[in-house]
């Protein structure tokens, strides 16, 4: 009998960042950013961008599109300081070290909206690695990163949370 001696994808300090936050960040949500960012996405719905409709539908104004919360926290990245898959390097699930895997991807997201967002919320964003582990595919093994980022209001209201996945592959 065979034994495999292949090394594993995921080591002790890939390991060590299950449980650790990966990323922390905060911005403010502004009413013509979030219109802006609604138009171009092609999305007019009026409780966006009229206050009456708004407040007749139970909204005290204008609310931000829900996806709109992610790009909230973001910051501004050169295209040179992207990386291959076009994720800008140094933020998250991507610095966790897997050197037998140098592919990575997205994997997926999952998002729960709890309360709107409005012109003035500050939020912050808080990233942290739930679980790291080798599977096999149909096209080989590859490592699954799953990570929680939780979207906090300044009062401490969480508005939203987003459970996603990144691929990495040798």
């Given at each position: 009998m065979t034994q495999s001696h292949e090394?594993?994808?995921?080591?002790?300090?890939?390991?060590?960042?299950?449980?650790?936050?990966?990323?922390?960040?905060?911005?403010?949500?502004?009413?013509?950013?979030?219109?802006?960012?609604?138009?171009?996405?092609?999305?007019?719905?009026?409780?966006?961008?009229?206050?009456?409709?708004?407040?007749?539908?139970?909204?005290?104004?204008?609310?931000?599109?829900?996806?709109?919360?992610?790009?909230?926290?973001?910051?501004?990245?050169?295209?040179?300081?992207?990386?291959?898959?076009?994720?800008?390097?140094?933020?998250?699930?991507?610095?966790?070290?897997?050197?037998?895997?140098?592919?990575?991807?997205?994997g997926g997201d999952d998002m729960t909206f709890y309360e709107p967002i409005y012109d003035g919320d500050v939020i912050r964003a808080v990233r942290t690695v739930t679980d790291i582990h080798e599977k096999k595919g149909r096209s080989g093994a590859f490592v699954l990163v799953t990570s929680t980022t939780v979207y906090t209001r300044q009062d401490g209201t969480v508005v939203a949370e987003n459970n996603a996945s990144m691929i990495a592959r040798p």
């Open positions: 090394q594993p994808l995921v080591g002790d300090d890939a390991r060590a960042f299950i449980g650790k936050v990966t990323n922390e960040a905060e911005g403010i949500v502004v009413k013509k950013e979030f219109q802006r960012w609604a138009a171009a996405v092609k999305d007019r719905n009026p409780l966006y961008f009229d206050a009456d409709f708004a407040r007749a539908h139970g909204y005290r104004d204008v609310i931000a599109p829900p996806l709109y919360v992610q790009y909230v926290t973001l910051g501004v990245a050169d295209l040179d300081q992207l990386r291959p898959d076009g994720i800008p390097g140094g933020t998250g699930s991507g610095d966790i070290p897997l050197p037998r895997c140098p592919r990575r991807m997205a």
